[in-house]
């Protein structure tokens, strides 16, 4: 949990602060006076007794007692100062923009170990190294620019990178985005974006607080935690974004299964967020697009009337609105015709409504009294630019007037960046957000509209045969499991499977050939990949065929053994499970047999896996009509299917130790869901 100290401090020290202020400590002791800092403020700089107006001390021993400390001085000289100010000075807050440390090498990686012990044994906390800074309503801890000015129904936003975060403020200041607070966590030695993701939660106030949370994340050290805290913050009613730079902190594992190929790193990073709830971005512009739309009212549905005096920008955005769920429905009747009487001749509202470039603001008025009044129309996108033949004051005064009073959404999208920028700054001064491009909000818009919540639904398994399992598993070493254990595990979760024989020589296969119910198929055990070294046989019809089809799969480089099962029949499926580094298991679901890694059409959720988002698995595959039969085709079990997904979720919050679990195929039809063929891999 964060300090008060570093939130709410009523003394700052800026170590390395002058009248230089080009420099790191010269700009942040600025931008501390420029924004009215009402505690205490003090300077460290070994030449002078005064900086820019404000008391400097030539050594740190010197300096009173104070709440929270900015560093700005190289790497080599911050380890004593902490120590100093930590033990002698009652120090509580440390901001450190030095840079140096493990960002750099081993050795800077160790200082700031040092550094975060002396911090962690007197109960402070500690913002950075390497990065930024920190504003909120008490001060401007920062030394780069612009600041936006503060609101507090504006964004809370976190950010991993210091330059990102310039760059998004300078961006959302262009369109009228808004802040609450700002955080930058550079190294997140000992505060990263979880640890302030739990102090937002934890001191959220529903009527005062921000409900918009922004995170551009470049590591991610506790998933559980981000995960607990995001997940919290949603329940209370916020809405958050954010972006996940690079990959997972393990890399990609070396693919030795199906689900080890297709279970890379980036699909942790996305279940995870989709399991808190959090919409997930990839770039700048579109991070603050969706929350400038996520701070905007909210619609009750998904049909969007398009209002504009320009035909293309409605093109485009009747194009991606459409392309992506939303509606944009075909507007008619005696309301429609009484509206198009009073436009100018060559108008339409048919949706998009086209009031032409002549078009002007008490008809822009009449539109969208009309939008508001009509039940087939949930929110507005008004596009309005400007050739700059006149000026369009009177457009965005009634714009500004109607956003305020609509009990529907409307967003302005405000394409002339140059003809009207007066024009445009004003109406953000009023409070407003003016979008610029109609595709990148087009875009943003849908994936809002179209992000979903996972219920709190799952249940603690209930397994009849927990101490079987937990027997079985901890007999066994690291590694793959014999597919013998493997299949009795399976079967103690519940799960039915292809009774097989297990085969390792000649004598073995005489004593069961004459109790086989043919037809059978062989496969070889040993290597990895069956399908890729031949060491499947289907269709074996005789006792002829089975002998030359052992003799021959035990050929096979590797093979210590032979399975025999009867020919299922039925749609192959794919279920499979992975676990990485800190992460919970992630279980992926799709079409099966021999195509899993070709066609990649997987669907996969972070466990537990409740019914209801594991039937949202299967129906969220693209094979899904497939699933449910097409064509004269008989379809499979879907609900089946999905409870099979919810059962392998239950076994791995029993077995955590499963790293990879890979059921390919499994045979299903109307009534039966069977696996024929498992690999598990156990890293305890």
């Known amino acids: 949990m964060l300090h ?39 300077a460290v700089n070994p030449k002078q007794e005064l900086v820019q107006g404000v008391k400097s001390y030539n050594i740190i021993n010197d300096i009173p007692e104070v709440d929270l400390a900015i560093i700005a001085i190289p790497a080599k000289y911050v380890l004593e100062t902490v120590k100093v100010l930590s033990q002698q000075k009652n120090t509580k807050g440390f901001i450190i923009f030095s840079a140096g440390f493990s960002e750099k090498d081993e050795a800077g990686a160790k200082l700031e170990s040092e550094i975060v012990k002396l911090i962690n044994e007197k109960g402070g906390s500690l913002l950075g190294p390497n990065n930024i800074g920190l504003i909120n309503k008490y001060y401007t801890g920062v030394f780069t620019t612009p600041i936006p000015q503060l609101d507090d129904h504006g964004v809370d936003f976190i950010s991993g990178s210091g330059a990102t975060a310039v760059f998004i403020i300078e961006a959302a200041q262009s369109m009228g985005l808004t ?21 937002l939660d934890h001191s959220f106030e529903n009527e005062s607080g921000s409900k918009v949370k922004l995170l551009y994340i ?75 739309i996520l701070q905007q009212k909210d619609s009750e549905g998904k049909n969007i009337a398009i209002i504009t005096h320009a035909g293309g920008p409605a093109v485009m955005l009747t194009d991606v609105l459409s392309r992506n769920g939303l509606k944009i429905p075909h507007l008619k009747g005696k309301e429609s015709e009484a509206l ?53 004051d009177d457009v965005y005064e009634v714009l500004n007037a109607k956003i305020r009073t609509s009990q529907k959404p409307i967003y302005a999208i405000l394409p002339s960046v140059v003809n009207v920028k007066n024009e445009i700054r004003e109406f953000i001064k009023k409070g407003n957000i003016a979008f610029h491009d109609e595709v990148l909000f087009g875009n943003a818009l849908t994936k809002v509209y179209n992000h979903t919540l996972i219920g709190d639904e799952t249940k603690d398994p209930d397994f009849p045969f927990f101490e079987n399992i937990r027997k079985l ?66 269709n074996i019809s005789n006792e002829t065929v089975l002998y030359d089809s052992f003799n021959k799969l035990m050929k096979i480089e590797g093979a210590v053994g032979v399975i025999i099962q009867p020919m299922m029949k039925g749609m192959e499926l794919f279920i499979g499970a992975k676990k990485e580094t800190n992460y919970p298991h992630v279980i992926l679901c799709g079409l099966g047999g021999i ?6 059409d997987i669907s996969a959720a972070m466990i537990p896996v409740s019914e209801d988002e594991a039937f949202n698995m299967v129906t969220d595959l693209k094979a899904y009509p497939i699933l449910k039969g097409v064509r004269g085709q008989a379809g499979i079990n879907i609900r089946l299917f999905a409870e099979t997904i919810v059962k392998i979720s239950d076994l791995l919050t029993v077995v955590p130790e499963i790293a990879e679990i890979d059921l390919n195929p499994l045979m299903a039809t109307e009534k039966d869901l069977i696996a024929v063929d498992v690999r598990i891999r156990l890293e305890k």
Not at 251 to 262: P, Y
Request: contains cysteine; hydrophobic residues 40%; aromatic residues 6%.
């Open 595 to 600: 195509f899993v890694e070709v066609l990649k």
């Open 473 to 538: 598993v901890d007999a066994l070493p690291d590694g793959y499991m014999p597919t013998e254990t493997a299949i009795t595990l399976l079967e103690y979760a519940g799960l039915n499977f292809a009774t097989p024989y297990h085969i390792e020589n000649k004598e073995e296969l005489n004593k069961i050939s004459k109790s086989v119910t043919y037809p059978v198929v062989l496969k070889v055990e040993g290597p990895l990949h069956k399908s890729d070294v031949g060491g499947v046989i289907l």
């Open 4 to 42: 008060s100290k570093l939130i709410h401090p009523e003394s700052i020290v800026v170590v390395g602060g002058s009248d230089n202020i080009h420099s790191p400590g010269g700009r942040v002791l600025k931008n501390l006076i420029d924004h009215e800092f009402k505690g205490k403020l003090f």
């Open 179 to 199: 802040f609450s607070s700002i955080y930058s966590v550079g190294n997140s030695a000992q505060i990263g974006v979880e640890e302030i993701l739990e102090y």
């Open 340 to 392: 198009l009487s009073g436009l100018f001749e060559g108008s339409s509202v048919s949706n998009p409504i086209d009031f032409l470039a002549t078009g002007n603001a008490q008809q822009l008025s009449d539109i969208i009294d009309y939008c508001e009044n009509c039940p087939e129309i949930d929110a507005m996108a008004v596009i309005f630019g400007s050739p700059g033949l006149t000026a369009v």
């Open 218 to 292: 470049e590591s991610i050290k506790d998933p559980l935690k981000l995960l607990k805290h995001t997940a919290s913050l949603i329940r209370k009613g916020c809405k958050i974004a954010a972006i996940k730079a690079g990959s997972s902190e393990a890399g990609n594992r070396a693919a030795s299964s199906h689900t080890g190929a297709i279970a890379n790193s980036d699909v942790f990073v996305d279940t995870l967020f989709k399991k808190a709830g959090i919409i997930r971005c990839y770039g700048r512009n579109e991070l603050i697009t969706v929350a400038a």
